[in-house]
């Protein structure tokens, strides 16, 4: 997580104690708080969408009357990487088009790649091709 780009310095503290919080240091963890971290009224509000005794999501969280159209999203991308969540009957607020119209758009991208580092290494640079002759 060293690489990783934060927002400001209060979505990095977030994220660093909520971590230490939860006491679970995985993808699905790490990937969770960060995106949860990258605006200050998700942050503010975690505990509505987030139970650290029982360490699962909160769904009811998405309809408390502090979210606003960013905040959803962000909710709904920080649900999704946790364990695949989207709302029955509103999955199509939960595909790329939607979530990524806004401002949190590079950090979402960030949340991606805690969640699938594996999938998501710098690829090499691709070598110059040799021009064939005939």
Same mark, same amino acid.
Request: proline fraction near 4%.
């Given at each position: 997580?060293?690489?990783? @780009?934060?927002? *400001?310095?209060?979505?990095?503290?977030?994220?660093?104690?909520?971590? &230490?919080?939860?006491?679970?240091?995985?993808?699905?963890?790490?990937? +969770?708080?960060?995106? &949860?971290?990258?605006?200050?009224?998700? @942050?503010? *509000?975690? *505990?509505?969408?987030?139970?650290?005794?029982?360490?699962?999501?909160?769904?009811?969280? &998405?309809?408390?009357?502090?979210?606003?159209?960013?905040?959803?999203?962000?909710?709904?991308?920080? +649900? *999704?990487?946790?364990?695949?969540?989207?709302?029955?009957?509103?999955?199509?607020?939960?595909?790329?088009?939607?979530?990524?119209?806004?401002? +949190?758009? =590079?950090?979402? &991208?960030?949340?991606?790649?805690?969640?699938? =580092?594996?999938?998501?290494?710098?690829?090499?640079?691709?070598?110059?091709?040799?021009?064939?002759? @005939?």
């Amino acid at each position: 997580m060293s690489e990783i @780009r934060f927002r *400001n310095a209060a979505h990095r503290d977030f994220f660093l104690e909520s971590m &230490m919080k939860c006491r679970v240091n995985d993808c699905y963890h790490r990937a +969770f708080f960060y995106v &949860m971290g990258i605006a200050g009224e998700t @942050r503010q *509000n975690i *505990n509505a969408m987030f139970d650290f005794k029982t360490d699962c999501i909160k769904p009811e969280g &998405m309809h408390g009357g502090w979210q606003t159209s960013g905040t959803v999203k962000v909710c709904h991308l920080a +649900f *999704n990487l946790w364990n695949g969540y989207a709302e029955e009957g509103r999955e199509k607020l939960f595909t790329p088009e939607e979530l990524f119209c806004c401002e +949190f758009a =590079p950090y979402f &991208m960030e949340g991606i790649k805690a969640r699938y =580092p594996e999938y998501c290494r710098d690829l090499p640079t691709p070598k110059k091709q040799a021009e064939h002759t @005939r």
